[in-house]
């Protein structure tokens, strides 16, 4: 790891979400898009029916593909547009 890496990650564990409020709101709000992003491509996989997902899809790509899906789409995944870690404590 580089030096310049090794000081962000180590500013990054010393972020204290009380005082840096606006980095770590800047940080959940690219979090949570990128989250969107990623479900909207991933519920896409099979929105064209089985004829098509085997034009896309190996069976033996579909199989992990799909066990991605079923872990992503799970309900009750934390977003943090409305639960900012500082309203836990």
């Not at 580089?2 to 204290?16: G, I, T, W, Y």
């Not at 491509?41 to 190996?58: A, S």
């Not at 066990?67 to 943090?80: A, D, S």
Request: hydrophobic share 35%.
């Amino acid at each position: 790891m580089s030096l310049s890496k090794a000081r962000r990650a180590e500013s990054l564990d010393r972020l204290d979400i009380k005082s840096d409020r606006p980095l770590v709101v800047e940080r959940m709000l690219k979090a949570d898009a990128v989250m969107k992003e990623i479900h909207a491509i991933v519920e896409t996989w099979e929105d064209n029916g089985e004829d098509d997902r085997e034009k896309i899809w190996t069976p033996e790509e579909w199989l992990p593909a799909q066990q991605i899906k079923e872990k992503l789409m799970v309900p009750g995944k934390r977003t943090w547009e409305n639960n900012e870690p500082w309203k836990e404590s």
